[in-house]
């Protein structure tokens, strides 16, 4: 295989998983909906604080598994050291187990402190013991996801991801049907309302739970039908080099941890805004009903979308990092100049028209999948924060290059002093301002652009790479104004006619097309690397035929 024939299949990979990754957050959007509808906006905030908890939760145990289990195999891997990369599988299943096994335990037990003490919100303490058990299992989920990328294969993680969707969106409804429910009954007997929202919550996270065992089990079946491949490759592995489990234990911590600690800080912006944002507003004098109701819009409509092109994002630098890696081991410095270049412009050429959709198309967008709602709050919310949604996706890229770089610490460093630029100007905001809850918006705003700029000035520093700006941000920002201006005006012609529902599923398309196009037409994107991106040709021959090539 060549080498530009490599870097096309692992830009294939990443996009595989990254399709994974939209339709995963399509399901999520869609199954939002009676979700959000079932909770009410207090249930939400109850369901968004617990998740946050287990996010946490997660980041200390198998968030970074993934990642460092595909760093490590995939660089056995390039050099054929077969039995070595299945010794940092089953080194990592252990730590999984052992680590996944006792935060569960301790959340599940803690779960009453936690809720009360740290959160101000004691009733999403139900919620939080359910997701308890999801600690173990997505730590060995992590696992096996990691043994299969760093083979290069992101096909098994991709099914599993929408699997888990799936199962999650069906059992997460029901369970918070049925479950708001018995809540109402309990709420009748005790006389506080809240049980019905805290019993809902409780209920939509046991889908979190049945979608990750499902996915689990399906990772576990396609293990066993791949161990044949796995045992004649290490077969075929001759290299006297055999690391011992302590050495594999000892290199798994070294990759973890600075990983552990970078995602620590990212999910403590938002376990910070929420127990931030909750205090202060108790403090200011508002019921906890009114900002749990807030946080509630924030969490289930907000993250809701703001998600779908960070999803898009992870899933690149997920395929990244061991491709990455590869090129570290057998190619050049301008190789893997280039192919941090290319996955950046990839990055960001999806990116930069999300965050102008959502500027131009907030609240009908909001109003199509939310419909029994007002979103004005939210759309005016995610109007604010759709520049997050560009700074986010680069420095998720950037994180990404630095560890695949080995450089391990500077990306916690750097989220570390984000992280305390963020708390203050979130401090000012909340205290001097009074923005509410808008000022938790604009405080991920700083929070991500800070990152941004200390992950650039780090890989000018230690690797020599200086991001190209025409392509990369200039003409795609051109193009995403041209897309903006035209689909704003699609969705006024056909709201005159036909509604606002239609509206938006006539701008879309619309938007897309438009982009496209001005993208191509501004030379943003030449034939030669559209070529190479997934379905390339097909995406050369329609451009062709209408004359976009100069």
């Known amino acids: 295989m060549t080498k530009k024939r490599k870097e096309k299949n692992f830009l294939l990979q990443g996009s595989i998983l990254a399709a994974a990754g939209v339709i995963t957050k399509l399901i999520g959007a869609v199954y939002r909906v009676p979700l959000v509808n079932i909770l009410g906006d207090k249930g939400m905030g109850y369901y968004g604080v617990a998740f946050q908890i287990y996010a946490i939760a997660l980041t200390l145990t198998s968030y970074s598994l993934p990642l460092a289990v595909s760093k490590l195999v995939s660089a056995r891997v390039a050099t054929g050291e077969y039995k070595n990369s299945y010794k940092v599988f089953r080194g990592a299943m252990s730590f999984a187990v052992a680590a996944g096994g006792l935060a569960g335990a301790g959340i599940f037990f803690g779960a009453d402190f936690i809720a009360s003490n740290l959160m101000a919100m004691k009733q999403s303490s139900y919620a939080l013991r359910v997701l308890a058990p999801c600690i173990l299992i997505v730590a060995i989920l992590g696992v096996f996801r990691g043994f299969f990328q760093g083979n290069g294969s992101m096909i098994p993680t991709a099914v599993s991801q929408v699997l888990e969707q799936i199962v999650n969106a069906g059992v997460s409804i029901g369970g918070a049907y049925f479950l708001f429910k018995a809540g109402a009954e309990v709420a009748k007997e005790r006389g506080d309302s809240s049980y019905g929202a805290a019993y809902a919550a409780a209920g939509g996270t046991l889908g979190t739970v049945a979608g990750a065992l499902t996915a689990l089990l399906f990772l576990m079946f396609i293990f066993i039908v791949y161990k044949r491949v796995l045992k004649r490759q290490m077969r075929r592995d001759r290299r006297h080099r055999r ?107 999806i990116a930069i028209p999300c965050a102008a959709g959502f500027i131009v198309l907030a609240e009908p967008l909001l109003d199509l999948l939310f419909f029994t709602q007002d979103n004005k709050t939210a759309g005016i919310m995610l109007q604010l924060g759709a520049l997050s949604v560009v700074f986010y996706c680069l420095s998720t890229v950037t994180n990404a290059v630095l560890q695949g770089l080995d450089k391990m610490m500077i990306p916690v460093k750097n989220a570390t002093i984000s992280l305390v630029i963020y708390a203050t100007s979130l401090f000012v905001m909340l205290v001097v301002f009074q923005w509410g809850i808008y000022a938790v918006v604009l405080g991920r705003i700083v929070f991500s652009g800070s990152t941004c700029i200390l992950n650039a000035h780090a890989l000018r520093v230690h690797s020599g790479y200086v991001q190209e700006q025409k392509k990369t941000f200039i003409i795609p920002v051109i193009a995403a104004v041209i897309m903006g201006i035209a689909a704003k005006l699609v969705h006024l012609f056909f709201e005159i006619f036909a509604g606002t529902q239609i509206a938006v599923l006539a701008a879309l398309p619309a938007a897309v097309a438009v982009y496209g196009v001005s993208l191509v037409l501004l030379g943003g994107i030449s034939e030669a690397e559209l070529y190479d991106m997934p379905k390339g040709a097909l995406l050369v021959k329609i451009c062709r035929r209408i004359h976009l090539f100069q």
Do not use: W
């Not at 403590?268 to 403090?283: T, W």
């Not at 890696?325 to 050429?349: A, C, E, P, S």
């Open 243 to 349: 690391e011992s489990y302590r050495k594999i234990f000892r290199i798994l911590m070294i990759t973890i941890a600075p990983v552990v600690l970078s995602s620590t800080v990212y999910n403590l912006c938002g376990v910070m805004d929420n127990a931030m944002f909750g205090k202060i507003m108790a403090v200011q004098g508002h019921k906890e009903s009114e900002y749990a109701a807030l946080l509630g819009i924030l969490n289930g409509k907000y993250d809701t979308l703001v998600n779908v092109p960070l999803a898009i994002s992870n899933s690149l630098s997920a395929s990244l990092i061991p491709s990455l890696v590869m090129t570290l081991k057998t190619g050049t410095r301008k190789q893997v100049h280039n192919k941090i270049q290319m996955f950046t412009r990839f990055d960001m050429m």
